[in-house]
């Protein structure tokens, strides 16, 4: 089979000719039709220091993925051959006190899809039935190759009831777009969304955004003007992993606002934590989905509203075919996309 893989410890990848994947008691073997690049796959593909310290090549790379199952384990009763569907790419262990009790996106020992196991950009993916998500038979394989960051949207936006609240997302990529779409469809009063980038900002305006800011002309406090706000933002979603964008946030928050953090710092950042003690802020860190009511309530989001629905396509700016996978990356390094599909049929 065709997969595009990191075969030595170097920059770089290769799509090669690799055995297909075996399929355990408890697997399932999935054909993949679509797949998604993210943040994670060009950290791997220019082998920084987090790709460096955490894959040990060779390695199938990919997560974010939709297909058919063609093939299932012995064991397994849940899906059938022929169903549509993705993968949560977060493995847990199901023996650690968090798994345990029910709570598997904090498992001790997670193992990723393409980071730590054979990955997605490949013809066949394989992984435990447990992972796998049954989509309706008619839904668009494009819109099933993004629920992975849609359910990092998904997850960030549940964190608190959004009904009447004011709503602020700083950072503009495919996730903070998607998490503009939730908040709209949630029912915030007024949506505000940031970043540097018009083109992305333009995404947000489609996905529902009142106002939008680029940080390189404006602050958080002109939206808060133009809206005629008095008293800042009850709920932020940080989605950019950008110190100043968080310490924008915290200054123009409500007393009592309530922050959840989803991007991921490329360096550790200073903060006014007089500010976030005193105007009692609480900030609260996000990791991947909740297994598995973030895809349960993400799924009936798109199943039941045609304009949430339509949010979320527009964000997929860009297809290729696999073999076109460097076109592909360069378009998602450009920054002026949004999310970037690999066609694998
Ligand atoms: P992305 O890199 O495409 O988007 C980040 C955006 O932030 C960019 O558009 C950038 O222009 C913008 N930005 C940079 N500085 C800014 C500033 N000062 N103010 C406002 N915006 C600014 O990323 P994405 O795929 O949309 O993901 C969003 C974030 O979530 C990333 O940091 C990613 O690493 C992180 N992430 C975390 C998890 C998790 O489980 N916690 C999962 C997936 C992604
Ligand atoms: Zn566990």
Known sequence: ?????KLSADPGLELLD????????????????????????????????????TVDPPLVIGH?????????????????????????????????????????HVCIAIE???????????????????????HPADLDPDLGAIFDPLGNATHTALQWPMVGEDVVITGAGPIGVMAAAIARHAGARYVVVSDASDYRLELARNAGADVTINVTR?????????????????IGMEMSGAGPAVSDMISNMNHGGRIALLGLPHQSYDLDWG?????????????????????????QMIATSERFRSAVSQVITHRFPAEQ???????ARSGRCGKVILDWS
């Open 64 to 104: 974010e993925f939709y297909g058919e199952i063609v093939a299932v384990g012995e064991k397994v009763t849940s899906v059938a051959v022929g169903d549509r569907a993705s993968g949560e790419g977060h493995i847990v262990c199901g023996t650690c006190r968090n798994c345990r009790a029910g709570h598997r």
């Open 325 to 331: 996978w460097e076109d592909a990356f360069e378009a």
């Open 112 to 134: 990723g899809l393409g980071v730590n196991r054979d990955g997605a950009f490949a013809d066949f993916v394989v992984l435990p039935a447990t992972n796998v998500w049954v």
């Open 1 to 5: 089979m065709r997969a595009l893989t």
């Open 18 to 53: 690799h055995p297909e994947p075996g399929c355990g008691a408890w697997d399932v073997k999935i054909r993949v039709l679509r797949a998604g690049i993210c943040g994670t796959d060009l950290h791997l593909a220019d082998w920084d220091d987090w790709a460096r310290s």
């Open 275 to 299: 500010k976030v003690i005193t105007h009692m802020i609480t900030l609260k860190g996000i990791y991947g989905r909740e297994m598995f009511d973030t895809w349960y309530a993400m799924s």
């Open 218 to 234: 404006q602050s958080l406090a002109d939206a808060q003007d133009t809206l005629g706000m008095k008293e800042g933002f009850d």
